[in-house]
C-alpha cells in the first residue's frame, strides 16, 4: 500500500549537481527512516544516504560523503537528496526506499519498500 516515487535523474557532466526527489504515500510517513541505493549495470545494489524518522540523524556512504545530503520533510510526506561534484562512478539507477523502523540503517534488507528508481547518468 505504500508507494515511493522518485524524480529528478537525467545527465549531467562530471561536477555537476542534480536533486533527486521521493514522493511517499501514507499518513506514517514521519514515523520511519528512509534511504536512498543506487545500482549500477552489472553491480550490486549499494547504500548510499540514510535518514532517521525525525531527520536529525544521516549516514553516507563513504564514496559519496561531503558531496551528497539527504533531507526530509516530513509535513510533505518527501525525501530529497542533493548530490553535488557528480562523479562518472556516481552512474547508477537511484532507489528511494523506507526502512522497517525510525532508525537509519546502511542495509538494504532493513527496507521494505522500494521506488521504481531513476537513472543518473554522469559524463566524463
Known amino acids: 500500500q505504500v508507494q515511493l516515487v522518485e524524480s529528478g535523474g537525467g545527465l549531467v557532466q562530471a561536477g555537476g549537481s542534480l536533486r533527486l526527489s521521493c514522493a511517499a504515500s501514507?499518513?506514517?510517513?514521519?514515523?520511519?527512516?528512509m534511504g536512498w541505493f543506487r545500482q549500477a549495470p552489472g553491480k550490486e545494489r549499494e547504500f548510499v544516504a540514510t535518514?532517521?524518522?525525525?531527520?536529525?540523524?544521516?549516514d553516507y556512504a563513504d564514496s559519496v560523503k561531503g558531496r551528497f545530503t539527504i533531507s526530509r520533510d516530513n509535513a510533505k510526506n518527501m525525501v530529497s537528496m542533493q548530490m553535488n561534484n557528480l562523479k562518472p562512478e556516481d552512474t547508477a539507477v537511484y532507489y528511494c526506499?523506507?526502512?522497517?523502523?525510525?532508525?537509519?540503517?546502511?542495509?538494504?534488507?532493513?527496507?521494505?519498500?522500494w521506488g521504481q528508481g531513476t537513472q543518473v547518468t554522469v559524463s566524463s
Open positions: 501514507g499518513r506514517t510517513f514521519s514515523s520511519y527512516a
Open positions: 526506499a523506507r526502512a522497517y523502523s525510525a532508525l537509519l540503517t546502511t542495509r538494504p534488507g532493513d527496507y521494505n519498500y
Open positions: 535518514i532517521s524518522a525525525s531527520g536529525r540523524n544521516t
